[in-house]
């Protein structure tokens, strides 16, 4: 992953949960940098959310504050005064003010924080601290990730290189409803905050808002975007070609993060495009999509490797899509069509099927028929691991 100037990040473990492992994360920015941000949409949002959302309206951070192994969600105001002790002691450090740091937190619901074991680490992860820190950073956030999740990106903009390198966590209670678990991405770009929020935004509505693993928004959600201005390239303007090469530049990483996520899924063992073509809009495109990302029994033949199309036909039949003409709608495994004319395709053989469902990655297809609206989701199978992994997740 390539550094990016301005962006210094440091871990180390304060075994918060289990010892010596990393979990906890400081992130340092550049006087001057701008940050957004989004959240989760969950009412019972966790602790560090509600700190992190009011202290980001006050006023742009110099730190983010991360730690591992407790969501400090659930956990009522003593939840949300530990996470504003843990950024007093940080801007205690750091010589700034309480609200120019921002926390996130990640793990187990309905715990109180170990607030020394994490505030006697914080010195050690500023030690730390280092443009190149992104990979230990990587691994530092994950709680039952299996892998590290990190993308890098450069592009040219007026003949100056300009950066985007991000990581994220995240494998169950996925659902996002607005970004992942946890993501941050920084870039040295110069951007002015209303329009680094509108790039954030657009590229979490087409990344980290079209993954689920299991249909759960977690309460601690949150993805935040960092411009640290040190590039050369001019400031970013909202219209023109130099915002168009960045949003899309933003977009792929995100993506690649958010695709990582589903490839990580708790148990998973097949990565799921689910993609829905000719819908009259993006609400019932994603209606359908998600209802079948979202079934059980979709999931469980996925895990099977089992062409059980019925179950994909039921779930589409129950989206709540509205005057839908069964006739005029196709479905499909990859190039392989199951459905058509209301009924199994005359030519679909359940060796073909076979063929496709043994894959590690495959495609269902929908067409409705209906518009020209086109949208898709990414999702993963659910297996006897997932139910295994969430049965002992507190042992």
């Given at each position: 992953?390539?550094?990016?100037?301005?962006?210094?990040l440091?871990?180390?473990?304060?075994?918060?949960?289990?010892t010596?492992?990393?979990?906890?994360?400081?992130m340092?920015?550049?006087?001057?940098?701008?940050?957004a941000?989004?959240?989760?949409?969950?009412a019972?949002?966790?602790?560090?959310?509600?700190?992190?959302?009011?202290h980001?309206g006050?006023?742009?951070?110099?730190?983010?504050?991360?730690?591992?192994?407790?969501?400090?969600?659930?956990?009522?105001?003593?939840?949300?005064?530990?996470?504003r002790?843990?950024?007093?002691?940080?801007?205690?450090?750091?010589?700034?003010?309480?609200?120019?740091?921002?926390?996130?937190?990640?793990?187990?619901?309905?715990?109180?924080?170990?607030?020394?074991?994490?505030?006697?680490?914080?010195?050690?992860?500023?030690?730390?601290?280092?443009?190149?820190?992104?990979?230990?950073?990587?691994?530092?956030?994950?709680?039952?990730?299996?892998?590290?999740?990190?993308?890098?990106?450069?592009?040219?903009?007026?003949?100056?290189?300009?950066?985007?390198?991000g990581?994220?966590?995240?494998?169950?209670?996925?659902r996002?409803?607005?970004?992942?678990?946890?993501?941050?991405?920084?870039?040295?770009?110069?951007?002015?905050?209303?329009?680094?929020?509108?790039?954030?935004?657009?590229?979490v509505?087409?990344?980290?808002?079209?993954?689920?693993?299991?249909?759960?928004?977690?309460?601690?959600?949150?993805c935040?975007?960092?411009?640290?201005?040190?590039?050369l390239?001019?400031?970013?303007?909202?219209?023109?070609?130099?915002?168009?090469?960045?949003?899309?530049?933003?977009?792929?990483?995100?993506?690649?993060?958010?695709?990582?996520?589903?490839?990580?899924?708790?148990?998973?063992?097949?990565?799921?495009?689910?993609?829905?073509?000719?819908?009259?809009?993006?609400?019932?495109?994603?209606?359908?999509?998600?209802?079948?990302?979202?079934?059980?029994?979709?999931?469980?033949?996925l895990?099977?490797?089992?062409?059980?199309?019925?179950?994909?036909?039921?779930a589409?039949?129950?989206?709540?899509?509205?005057g839908?003409?069964?006739?005029?709608?196709?479905?499909?495994?990859?190039?392989?069509?199951?459905?058509?004319?209301?009924?199994?395709?005359?030519?679909?053989?359940?060796?073909?099927?076979?063929?496709?469902?043994?894959?590690?990655?495959?495609?269902?297809?929908?067409?409705?028929?209906q518009?020209?609206?086109?949208?898709?989701?990414?999702?993963?199978d659910?297996s006897?691991?997932?139910?295994?992994?969430?049965?002992?997740?507190?042992?």
């Amino acid at each position: 992953m390539h550094p990016v100037i301005g962006f210094r990040l440091g871990t180390t473990s304060a075994g918060i949960k289990t010892t010596g492992r990393p979990d906890l994360v400081v992130m340092a920015m550049a006087a001057g940098s701008t940050t957004a941000a989004v959240f989760t949409q969950n009412a019972f949002c966790a602790a560090p959310v509600i700190v992190a959302r009011e202290h980001l309206g006050q006023q742009q951070p110099a730190y983010l504050l991360v730690n591992t192994g407790n969501a400090n969600a659930g956990t009522g105001k003593a939840g949300v005064r530990d996470a504003r002790q843990c950024c007093a002691a940080l801007a205690d450090y750091c010589g700034c003010s309480v609200q120019s740091v921002l926390p996130f937190s990640t793990g187990v619901i309905g715990e109180p924080l170990p607030l020394e074991k994490i505030l006697s680490s914080l010195p050690f992860a500023l030690e730390k601290l280092d443009e190149h820190g992104w990979e230990a950073a990587a691994t530092g956030i994950l709680t039952t990730d299996t892998v590290p999740k990190g993308a890098s990106k450069k592009i040219h903009l007026d003949g100056h290189t300009v950066t985007i390198t991000g990581i994220a966590k995240g494998s169950g209670m996925i659902r996002p409803d607005m970004a992942t678990m946890l993501a941050f991405i920084a870039t040295d770009a110069a951007i002015e905050y209303d329009v680094l929020h509108e790039c954030l935004r657009a590229a979490v509505e087409r990344s980290f808002n079209r993954i689920t693993v299991d249909g759960d928004t977690s309460t601690n959600d949150a993805c935040v975007l960092v411009a640290t201005g040190k590039s050369l390239a001019p400031v970013l303007e909202r219209d023109g070609v130099n915002h168009e090469l960045f949003c899309a530049a933003l977009t792929d990483v995100c993506t690649q993060l958010a695709q990582a996520i589903v490839k990580d899924g708790e148990g998973a063992t097949r990565f799921v495009t689910v993609a829905v073509d000719n819908g009259r809009n993006t609400r019932e495109c994603l209606d359908v999509a998600y209802t079948i990302a979202h079934s059980p029994l979709v999931k469980t033949a996925l895990f099977a490797g089992d062409p059980n199309w019925g179950r994909i036909l039921a779930a589409v039949g129950r989206s709540g899509i509205t005057g839908l003409d069964l006739d005029n709608v196709q479905i499909y495994l990859d190039d392989v069509c199951i459905v058509r004319d209301g009924g199994r395709a005359p030519e679909y053989s359940e060796a073909a099927g076979q063929q496709v469902m043994d894959k590690q990655e495959i495609t269902i297809r929908v067409v409705l028929n209906q518009g020209v609206c086109t949208e898709s989701v990414w999702t993963c199978d659910l297996s006897y691991d997932y139910v295994k992994i969430n049965a002992e997740y507190r042992s």
